[in-house]
């Protein structure tokens, strides 16, 4: 199955200019400027409150800038060259396979292909003796492992992870991690939010540190983890609470 790259112009680079968010007169992001450019996972940390998965979701477009601007290439944002998954999979009330067919089906895909692609996927992801239970009775990780699954069926150009391992345990965060290595493989951008110090020194190419809704660090993994500018970024990474 082709990429949304290989069917679509690309969409990225992502900036942001300026961009804030304000609810009822609290502002909740402030002046947020970056790009995200395509095929790196960039890492978004900051303690609870900072306001990562707000930022996830004024990316993906779930919510819009009060202040400043979302940009993709070209203008704008194909809905079927992004995904975004959530801390709490939304799954179907069907059946495994059915959960990576029915989105198919909406895409316009035949039958046949639908049945094909999704078999195809669950075994790439070791799904398949699942295939035919009830999506919401599986365990979290089977859910997150699924949510995941049906994103990538999507072959979207960039994916958003809302903290998507932060209720399983060691062994299923290394499962879900080792899809979104196979992700970033295929040349997928991955945008994901953790606390998991561990999780973002293996997984990130490039981190943005928030702060009360501010971004205050951006750049390359392996700076920010040896030394970032802001005393915050310093507290955080040594296990300090900041508010």
């Known amino acids: ?23 009822a007169g609290a502002t909740l992001l402030e002046e947020i400027s970056l790009a995200i450019p395509a095929g790196r996972r960039l890492i978004v940390m900051g303690a609870n409150g900072a306001g990562k998965s707000l ?8 919510i819009e800038p009060t ?3 979302r940009i993709w ?16 999979p939304v799954l179907l009330r069907r059946s495994v396979a059915a959960n990576l067919a029915y989105p198919l089906r909406l895409r316009g895909m035949g039958r046949a292909a639908c049945r094909e692609m999704a078999g195809e996927t669950l075994e790439r992801f070791g799904l398949s003796a699942l295939a035919d239970r009830p999506a919401r009775l599986l365990s979290g990780g ?12 999507m072959r979207p150009q960039i994916l958003f ?6 209720a399983l345990d060691p062994s299923a965060t290394r499962t879900i991690e080792e899809m979104i290595e196979t ?11 953790t606390h998991n110090l561990g999780q973002a020194r ?16 951006h750049g390359p993994a392996d700076m920010f983890f040896e030394g970032p500018d802001a005393p915050e970024a310093h507290a955080f990474l040594a296990g300090d609470l900041i508010w």
Not at 142 to 153: K, Y
């Open 161 to 166: 992870l809302d903290e998507p391992t932060s």
């Open 55 to 62: 930022l996830l979701r004024l990316c993906h477009g779930l």
């Open 1 to 23: 199955m082709k990429r949304a790259s290989d069917l679509y112009p690309t969409i990225l680079p992502l900036r942001l200019e300026d961009a804030g968010f304000a609810v």
């Open 183 to 193: 992700f970033g493989a295929e040349g997928i951008t991955i945008v994901m939010s």
């Open 202 to 217: 293996r997984l990130a190419d490039d981190v943005a540190f928030l702060h009360r809704g501010r971004l205050i660090e």
């Open 142 to 153: 089977e859910q997150q492992r699924l949510a995941l699954a049906r994103a990538w069926t």
């Open 73 to 88: 290439a070209n203008g704008e944002a194909r809905p079927q060259a992004q995904a975004m998954v959530f801390q709490r």
């Open 67 to 69: 202040s400043g601007r």
